[in-house]
């Protein structure tokens, strides 16, 4: 497996000429790849993974269990009235939710949509 070297999503937004507001981080680390492979480089941005979920919700455990089964590097948060209140700030509704985090930028994905980007995406993870 090849190593990649972590920068910050403001490193890769200067080396791909992205635009950090216009731009999810998963547009940027795709344009990323792109230039690795242009370039020769192997460069990756640091990330971290927060899965909200709630008790009772039925794709919120498939997604735990398929994290604890892989032993990937999310963190799982059982939301509280606090995470509830920052998610429907962010216009998040429907659980689990994925945060991804890059410097000051948070990306979320939601619903059935989390267990499919986890599975799709799992070396990410590792």
Known sequence: MEKYSKITIDKAVQLTQKCLCCNSIT?????????????????SVETEYK?????????????????NSQKLRIEIV????????????????????LEIIAGEKS?????????????????KFK
């Open 78 to 97: 059982e939301a509280q009235e606090k995470e509830v209140l920052y998610l429907e700030k962010n216009n998040i509704a429907t659980f689990p939710v």
């Open 107 to 123: 990306q979320f994905i939601s619903g059935k949509e989390v267990g499919q980007f986890i599975a799709s995406n799992l070396e």
């Open 27 to 43: 547009e940027i680390e795709e344009a990323l790849n792109s230039y690795n492979k242009k370039n020769g480089t192997q460069y």
């Open 51 to 67: 899965l909200y979920t709630t008790k009772g919700c039925t794709n919120c455990n498939l997604s735990k269990s398929l994290i």
